[in-house]
């Protein structure tokens, strides 16, 4: 009798802690599931929805300057060529943060993303604005005249490959702090290895469409811009000679520091 009363007692102990060993082997099978059906760090992404996208251009800063521009320029041809406000917002933070004095930008457009930069660096700080396109630079003159930027900007219209060796002839490699890739997707390799040799070690490389909406990640699409900006990530993710990350704001901005 008293040992069939211990035995009740021993199993009436026990329960807890076989229950809270089931719990923990529940647990780690659960664990294991999302391991191997998603990997072990938080690969589900964040959906950005029209409502969340409402919310981060709400708490986007953008001049009024900036906004008028990107009024008019909505209405063009080319439109959605321009970055977005918080892709702006983030390239005048990097200028900030490494104190640019010398930007080179590769495709201005009707100028968002020059006024962006050149707001962002003190007085005296130069970003050299490459376009092939005049009728893109009346637009843009106009708006760095109203965002009080304009004795910041110089102006360089023709290839963008052809100015960014003038530059170097200029003012000598490693000269400039800060390099933002914008243009003509299929030449990004060759804009890229431009700026390594413009750009000091320290100093950032910015190229903006890395996602190229989308299409980088679907192998069934293969016409040129698509290959070329997928070979382009491809290189840059293994080139030991920047530290980067592929930020997916907007199109997808991959940043990259000189070593
Ligand atoms: C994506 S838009 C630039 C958008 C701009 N960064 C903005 O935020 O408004 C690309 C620009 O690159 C210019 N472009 C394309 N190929 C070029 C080249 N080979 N040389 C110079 N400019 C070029 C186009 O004229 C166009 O204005």
């Not at 992404?45 to 009024?71: D, F, I, N, W």
């Not at 760095?144 to 219209?157: L, P, Q, S, T, Y």
Request: glycine fraction near 6%.
């Amino acid at each position: 009798m008293a040992s069939t009363r211990a035995l009740a007692l021993t199993r009436a102990l026990a329960r807890p802690r076989l229950a809270a060993r089931a719990r923990a082997s529940e647990r780690a099978r659960a664990r294991a599931w999302s391991i191997a059906t998603h990997g072990p760090w938080n690969t589900k992404p964040l959906m950005m929805t029209e409502e969340l996208y409402a919310y981060v251009l709400g708490k986007t800063r953008e001049s009024e300057a900036l906004r008028a521009l990107r009024e008019e320029t909505s209405a063009l041809r080319g439109a959605r060529m321009q970055v977005a406000p918080e892709q702006g917002a983030l390239l005048g933070l990097l200028v900030e943060l490494v104190d640019a004095r010398r930007v080179v930008e590769i495709g201005t457009y009707t100028g968002y993303s020059s006024i962006c930069m050149a707001s962002a660096m003190r007085a005296g700080g130069v970003v050299y604005a490459c376009d092939k396109s005049e009728e893109s630079f009346a637009v843009a003159r106009r708006y760095w005249d109203e965002a009080g930027v304009r004795d910041r900007v110089i102006e360089k219209n023709g290839d963008a490959k052809a100015s960014v060796v003038e530059l170097i002839e200029e003012h000598g490699e490693n000269s400039f702090d800060f390099g933002f890739i914008d243009a003509d997707k299929r030449a990004y390799m060759e804009y890229y290895e431009a700026l390594l040799k413009l750009v000091r070690p320290g100093g950032l490389i910015v190229v903006d469409n890395v996602l190229w909406y989308g299409k980088v990640a679907d192998q069934a699409i293969d016409d040129k811009q698509t290959v070329a900006i997928r070979e382009f990530n491809a290189f840059v993710a293994s080139d030991a000679r920047v530290s980067y990350s592929m930020v997916p704001i907007g199109d997808g901005l991959s940043v990259c520091r000189k070593r």
